[in-house]
């Protein structure tokens, strides 16, 4: 099979690609932009020409994108190119809007008439796999979880824009019956996620002795699942899903945001008993919260692991200590990525919007 995936230079993305490559035979197309967020040494075990091969393409580009379908054939797509930080989406809305909803769309009517030109068994076998996220449901209170049946309401712009790319895949698929599968995946965590992020960042900024800046109160909640516990999943869903359903993925794994930096102090005490600024939980500074900062989200994702036998294998604790342990033995790739594009600035937090 040979799937095309889009975002194959980001965090997921670059993860799925290693993982096809790694763990199936599938061939691969990786479709990136090449934005801020991405990074080509992600790929540098997969990128030899064999059974990978990377496009420069950006989504919102209809002759590119149909000039990749047409030249490399795919039998799937992985959809995973997006813009994808929320305090970003904050302060410029408008290239969440372009990249995720508009370039959504581009790729929905790309794979659309590719698809339509397919004879027909391979018409039947083409799958177009939307990944979205659990923001979509909107925010928690104390109790409850996200089923596939939660009725949307995002919060940010970010999120309101993945809500957004995920109507229109479903639409593609109502109305023109592109073969359209969509997956709701909570907080992910693992090697090469880009240093903005709550667990890079922490980490960077403990490594550094800077201070570690928890938004708000910190009691914020998240379902954590390590990211190729996630790949496995989209991996999953591409093989046996239903098509025209969509699927939740969770960790089973919720902590709130102090105790995930807290746990990321422990380890790096563990890691580096002669640092300086030990113990890193003395870092902790609490700052102004995000604006419309959802409290919790926590995903039920009973539907995937009954139909389609999916669970994680990774442990929160045993992700996370890995994780940082990545970080330290990879810091070259982070220090590079924070001395040249992001080193730990607030984003999300323009003057006007902040409302006590
Ligand atoms: P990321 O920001 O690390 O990677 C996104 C990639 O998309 C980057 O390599 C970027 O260059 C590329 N991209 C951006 N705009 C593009 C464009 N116009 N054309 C082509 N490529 C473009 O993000 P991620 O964390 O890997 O997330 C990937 C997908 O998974 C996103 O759709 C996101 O909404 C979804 N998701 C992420 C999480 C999470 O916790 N990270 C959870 C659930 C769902």
Not at 44 to 63: K, L, T
Not at 114 to 141: I, M
Request: proline share 5%; charged share 25%.
């Amino acid at each position: 099979m040979k799937i095309l995936v889009t975002g194959a230079a980001g965090f997921i993305g670059s993860a799925a690609c290693r993982f096809l490559i790694r763990k199936t035979n599938c061939s691969v197309v990786g479709l990136d932009a090449l934005t801020y967020a991405s990074s080509l040494d992600c790929l540098a075990e997969v990128n030899d020409g064999q059974r990978f091969v990377f496009e420069r393409v950006d989504v919102c580009h209809p002759g590119e994108v149909e000039r990749v379908f047409r030249e490399h054939r795919p039998d799937a797509v992985i959809h995973l190119a997006a813009q994808t930080h929320v305090d970003r989406s904050i302060d410029v809305p408008g290239v969440f809007i372009q990249t995720n909803i508009v370039g959504t769309y581009t790729l929905l009517e790309a794979a659309r008439h590719y698809w339509t030109s397919l004879d027909r068994a391979d018409r039947d076998s083409f799958r177009f796999l939307h990944v979205s996220t659990d923001e979509v449901y909107g925010s928690l209170g104390a109790e409850g979880r996200f089923s596939e049946d939660t009725p949307y309401a995002p919060s940010s712009p970010y999120s309101a824009s993945k809500a957004s790319a995920d109507h229109l895949a479903r639409a593609w698929h109502h109305t023109y019956k592109l073969p359209v599968l969509v997956s709701n995946c909570s907080n992910n965590y693992g090697p090469y996620q880009f240093p903005e992020k709550l667990i890079p960042a922490m980490i960077m900024k403990g490594l550094r002795g800077e201070p570690l800046p928890i938004y708000g109160n910190g009691r914020n909640v998240r379902d954590w699942l390590y990211v190729e516990d996630h790949v496995e999943a989209l991996y999953t869903i591409l093989r046996k899903g239903r098509v025209g359903e969509k699927y939740n993925i969770g960790g089973n794994a919720e902590r709130t945001n102090n105790e995930v930096v807290e746990a990321i102090c422990a380890a790096l005490d563990e890691f580096l008993p002669d640092a300086p600024h030990r113990p890193h939980r003395n870092l902790i500074s609490f700052v102004a919260d995000r604006p419309g900062h959802d409290l919790r989200y926590a995903v039920d994702s009973r539907k995937i692991r009954c139909e389609l036998g999916w669970q994680p294998r990774t442990d929160f604790e045993i992700g996370l200590h890995q994780t940082v342990r990545w970080f330290l033995d990879n810091h070259d790739w982070s220090r590079l990525i924070w001395s040249s594009r992001y080193a730990g600035e607030r984003l999300g937090l323009p003057a006007m919007e902040v409302v006590p």
